[in-house]
């Protein structure tokens, strides 16, 4: 099955800077990739996602990148705010489309601390 | 628009005891659901998934199961907690798609 490491599993940064998470996965048919932000004692939420037809994608201050060949993917978060503090999970994904199960493969994590 | 609840929010049970967890999806029909625990506000583990009344898959052996007796209800249940059952329990839905919606959850602890 579908194995998914993320690091680090700690990430202390100052406010303005940037943060970068990175996850590589196993299988090389998992072609979707969420990034999920979870805030203290709340749901997970998804904040971006990127299929394997795509290199990277961007959302104001969040992008993901994916190298297929390298079986990795990260998140990317420019001049982090103390709002962006939170534990980012990501996760993988072969789909097959339609109305078929795709399950998801989480990270284990990452408790991003941004200082103000 | 869609709408997934869980309760209780929070329970606190003796080593032992029963469980019975709910889950409810509103305004989305033939959803798939799941089921995560999350130990120590780190790492989701799934534990059961559903495409459909009575059709449950388990992902981890464990002395918890889980049923589904209606299209957008999802239960879980323990005929004797462990304390290692203890966790922050996350109900999720999906239709046609991978992408999952999680529930608030429920905060249960084993004492």
């Known amino acids: 099955g579908e194995n998914v490491e993320q690091h680090p599993s700690t990430l202390s940064v100052q406010e303005g800077d940037s943060a970068v998470i990175k996850c590589t996965y196993s299988?090389?048919?998992?072609?979707?990739f969420p990034w999920y932000k979870q805030e203290l004692g709340k749901r997970p939420q998804l904040i971006i996602d990127?299929?394997?037809?795509?290199g990277e994608k961007k959302d104001q201050r969040i992008a993901v990148t994916l190298n297929k060949t390298a079986k990795h993917f990260s998140l990317h978060i420019t001049e982090t705010q103390p709002e962006d503090s939170a534990v980012y999970f990501c996760?993988?994904?072969?789909?097959?489309?339609?109305?078929?199960?795709?399950?998801?493969?989480f990270g284990q994590g990452t408790i991003l601390t941004v200082h103000p | 628009s869609q709408t997934i609840h869980q309760w209780p929010a929070t329970l606190v049970q003796p080593v032992g005891s029963p469980l019975s967890l709910e889950c409810t999806v509103e305004?989305?029909?033939?959803?798939?659901l799941y089921w995560y625990r999350q130990a120590a506000g780190r790492g989701l583990q799934l534990l059961f998934y559903?495409?459909?009344?009575?059709?449950i898959s388990s992902e981890v052996p464990q002395n918890l199961s889980a049923s589904r007796p209606q299209d957008r209800q999802f239960i879980l249940s323990s005929k004797k907690l462990l304390l290692s059952d203890s966790g922050f329990y996350l109900c999720?839905?999906?239709?046609?798609?991978?992408?999952?919606?999680f529930g608030p959850g429920t905060r249960l602890t084993v004492l």
């Open positions: 999720a839905w999906s239709v046609r798609t991978v992408l999952q919606y």
């Open positions: 299988d090389s048919a998992s072609n979707y």
């Open positions: 990127i299929r394997s037809n795509v």
């Open positions: 996760a993988a994904s072969r789909y097959a489309g339609g109305t078929s199960y795709g399950k998801l493969t």
């Open positions: 305004g989305t029909s033939n959803p798939n």
């Open positions: 559903s495409v459909g009344i009575g059709q």
